[in-house]
C-alpha cells in the first residue's frame, strides 16, 4: 500500500520532471529552429536521467 | 530490490558476459573494423573529390580572369597606339606645315635679295651701258663738231656762255 | 488466449522454418496455466513470461482429450550443484515451472519454481519456503543452462554477425552496398556519426565505436525481437542489462585518464576539506549510480512495455463480460497497437540512449581538460557560430 503511494508520488514528480523538460525544449526549438538537433538531443539525455532516477525509485520501493 | 535481486540470475549473467565479449570481439574483428574502415576511405574519397572539383573550379575561374585582364590589356594598348598614331599623324602635320612656311619665307627672302641683287647689277650695268653710250654718243658728236672748225668754237663757245650762266 | 495463439501458429511457423529446427509438441502432466481468464491468472501468466525460461514454447493448447500440449523445443540445462557440472533437457521438467516435478540427475534431486533451479537436500522431496520467500531445505545452484534468453542472445548474435560481415564483404568489391547492406550503412553511421564522434570526441572515438555499434544493435535488435509473439524478454533480463552496464563502467573505468581519476579523488579547484567529501560522491556517482542507471533505465523499460502490452491484451479476457466479446477484442486491440507503436520506438529510444550514455560516459572519461580551470574567456561570436 505504503509503496504503492510512493510510486504514485514518484510517478508525479517524474511527469511533472518531463514535463518541464519538453516544454523548456519546445521553447528552445521555436526561438532557435536551427538548433532543433542539438536541443533534441540534449533533452534525450536529460529526459533519460531523470527517467532512470524514476525507475531506480520506483525498484527500490518494490 | 528485494525481487530485483531475487529476478539475478549469476549463471545468465556468466553466460551473457562470455556471449558478450564474443559478440564484441568477432563484430570488431570481422565487421566494424572492414565496415568503418572503407567508408572513411569513402568519405576520405569523397572529400578528396570534391576538393580537386573545387580546385579545378577555381583555377578556371582565375584562368577567365586571367583571359578577361589580357583582353583588356590589349584593348587598351590598342587604343594607346591608335591615340599616338594620330598625335603624331597631326603633329608630322604641324610640323610639315611649320617647315614649309620657314621653306617659302626663306625662299621669298632669297628672291627678294636676288631681285634687288639683279636688280642693282642692272642698273649698274645700265648706268655704264648709258655711260658708255652717252661716251660714244658724246665721241661721235665730239668728232663730228670738231672736224670743222667753226663749228668747235661755236661749241666752245656756247659751253662756255652755258658755264657762265651756271 | 484462442485468437492470440491463432496468429501465434503463423509465426511460429514462419520461424520454424528459419530455424529449421522440428517441433515437436510434448504433454504436460501438471496443470500450468491452462486457460487464462481471471485477474490473478493474467498477473501470474505476466509474472511467467517477465521470467527467463528453459524451453522454447511457440504456443500451449489443450487438446481434446484434456491434456495441456506444448509445442516447441526443449533447451539443455547446465547447472553448476554440489556436485559439480550436472546437464540434462529441460523437457524432464515437463513444463512444470512451480517445483512438483523433481529431477533426479548424479543422485541430486532439482526442482525448478518459476524459471529458478533450486537443489533440495537430501531427503526432501519439496521445496520449502519461509516467510521470506528463502528456500529452508535447498539452495539455488548457479544456472548456465542454455535458456529462452540465451537462445535469444545467441540467435541476434549471429544474425548481427552474418548481416554485419555481408556487409563488410560488400564494400570490398563496390563502393556503395546494394540490397539491405543499404539498410544497415545508414544506421552504423549515425551510431558512429551522431553518438560516438559527438560524445566521445574526435580524437579518441575511433577505439569506442566498434564497442558502442555492438552493444547499439544487440540491445536494438533484441528489444523488436521481444516485440515479436516469440516471447523473447532478453533486454528484460536484469542479468543481461547489468552484464551491459557493467561492460560500460569497466571500459570507462579502464580508458579513463589521469584528469578523469583525478576529478573522481582530488577534485581540483575547491576547498581541501571537501575534497574527500566530493571523492566519496563522485565514486559512488561514477562506479555505482551510472552503472545502476544504465541497467535499470533498459531492464525497467523494457518490463514496464511488455507488461503494458500484455496487461491491454489481456483485456480482451478479464472485460468479457463487462464489454462483451466484440467490445472486449476491439479495445484490446486499438490499445495493444496503439501501445505496439510507443513500444517500437521504445525499443530504438531504448538502445539509443543505452549507446548515447555509454558513450558520454567513455567521453568524460577521455576527454581532456587542456585548459586546467583558468577560466577561458569563451567568444561569444564563436558560440553563436556554432549554434548558426
Known amino acids: ?62 | 530490490m528485494e525481487t530485483l535481486l531475487n529476478d539475478f540470475s549469476p549463471g545468465l549473467f556468466a553466460v551473457q558476459t562470455v556471449l558478450l565479449l564474443l559478440l564484441i570481439f568477432l563484430m570488431v574483428k570481422f565487421a566494424w573494423k572492414p565496415i568503418i574502415s572503407s567508408l572513411t576511405e569513402r568519405e576520405e574519397g569523397i572529400q578528396g573529390a570534391l576538393d580537386a572539383a573545387e580546385k579545378a573550379r577555381r583555377e578556371m575561374a582565375n584562368l577567365q580572369a586571367d583571359n578577361q585582364k589580357l583582353l583588356q590589356e590589349a584593348r587598351l594598348e590598342r587604343e594607346t597606339m591608335i591615340k599616338e598614331a594620330r598625335e603624331l599623324k597631326t603633329k608630322m602635320i604641324a610640323e610639315a606645315e611649320a617647315e614649309a612656311q620657314v621653306q617659302a619665307n626663306k625662299m621669298i627672302i632669297q628672291a627678294q635679295a636676288a631681285i634687288e641683287s639683279e636688280k642693282k647689277a642692272a642698273m649698274a650695268e645700265l648706268k655704264s651701258q648709258v655711260a658708255g653710250l652717252s661716251l660714244e654718243i658724246a665721241e661721235k658728236v665730239v668728232r663730228n663738231e670738231l672736224s670743222n672748225k667753226d663749228k668747235q668754237l661755236e661749241l666752245v663757245e656756247s659751253m662756255l656762255g652755258e658755264a657762265t650762266l651756271n | 488466449m484462442r485468437v492470440f495463439q491463432q496468429s501465434f501458429k503463423f509465426l511460429a511457423l514462419t520461424v520454424l522454418v528459419f530455424l529449421s529446427t522440428t517441433v515437436y509438441a510434448q504433454s504436460s502432466h501438471h496443470e500450468d496455466g491452462g486457460q487464462i481468464d481471471t485477474r490473478e491468472e493474467v498477473d501470474a501468466y505476466i509474472a511467467h513470461h517477465l521470467q527467463d525460461s528453459h524451453d522454447f514454447t511457440f504456443f500451449s493448447y489443450t487438446n481434446d482429450e484434456g491434456e495441456r500440449k506444448h509445442a516447441g523445443f526443449p533447451l539443455p540445462m547446465i547447472l553448476w550443484s554440489s556436485e559439480g557440472l550436472v546437464t540434462f533437457m529441460s523437457s524432464e521438467f515437463h513444463h512444470n515451472d512451480d517445483g512438483h516435478v523433481i529431477v533426479e540427475k548424479n543422485g541430486l534431486k532439482f526442482a525448478k519454481i518459476h524459471s529458478k533451479i533450486y537443489e533440495l537436500e537430501a531427503g526432501a522431496t519439496a521445496v520449502n519456503f519461509d516467510a521470506e520467500h528463502h528456500a529452508t531445505n535447498g539452495a539455488r545452484v548457479l544456472d548456465f543452462s542454455i535458456t529462452k534468453s540465451v537462445v535469444g542472445i545467441l540467435v541476434i548474435g549471429l544474425l548481427m554477425f552474418f548481416w554485419f560481415v555481408r556487409l563488410a564483404k560488400q564494400y570490398k568489391t563496390k563502393t556503395i552496398p546494394t540490397g539491405f547492406g543499404r539498410v544497415l550503412e545508414p544506421l552504423v553511421l549515425y551510431v558512429r556519426d551522431e553518438i560516438a564522434r559527438p560524445n566521445i570526441g574526435e580524437k579518441h572515438y575511433r577505439k569506442f565505436t566498434g564497442y558502442l555499434l555492438t552493444v547499439f544493435f544487440f540491445i536494438w535488435l533484441l528489444n523488436m525481437v521481444g516485440l515479436t509473439p516469440l516471447g523473447f524478454n532478453v533486454t528484460g533480463q536484469i542479468a543481461v542489462t547489468a552484464c551491459l552496464a557493467i561492460f560500460t563502467l569497466i571500459i570507462y573505468a579502464v580508458s579513463g585518464n589521469k584528469d578523469f581519476w583525478m576529478h573522481i579523488l582530488w577534485m581540483p579547484g575547491v576547498p581541501i576539506l571537501i575534497r574527500p567529501i566530493l571523492a566519496v560522491i563522485e565514486l559512488v556517482g561514477t562506479f555505482i549510480i551510472k552503472p545502476f542507471s544504465l541497467l535499470v533505465r533498459l531492464f525497467a523499460n523494457i518490463t514496464a512495455g511488455h507488461t503494458v502490452i500484455m496487461a491491454l491484451i489481456a483485456i480482451m479476457f478479464v472485460m468479457k463480460d463487462t464489454l462483451g466479446v466484440a467490445g472486449a477484442t476491439g479495445l484490446s486491440f486499438i490499445l495493444s497497437v496503439l501501445i505496439m507503436f510507443i513500444e517500437v520506438l521504445v525499443a530504438f529510444l531504448q538502445a539509443y540512449i543505452f549507446t548515447m550514455l555509454s558513450a558520454l560516459f567513455i567521453g568524460m572519461a577521455v576527454a581532456e581538460h587542456d585548459h586546467e580551470h583558468d577560466h577561458k574567456i569563451v567568444d561569444t561570436e564563436d558560440v553563436r557560430s556554432d549554434f548558426v
Open chain 1, 1 to 62: 500500500m505504503y509503496n504503492l503511494i510512493g510510486a504514485g508520488l514518484i510517478v508525479i514528480g517524474a511527469g511533472f520532471g518531463l514535463g518541464q523538460i519538453g516544454g523548456k525544449a519546445m521553447e528552445g526549438i521555436a526561438r532557435q529552429p536551427e538548433a532543433a538537433g542539438k536541443i533534441q538531443t540534449a533533452m534525450i539525455i536529460v529526459a533519460a536521467l531523470l527517467e532512470g532516477l524514476a525507475f531506480g525509485a520506483l525498484i527500490l520501493g518494490k
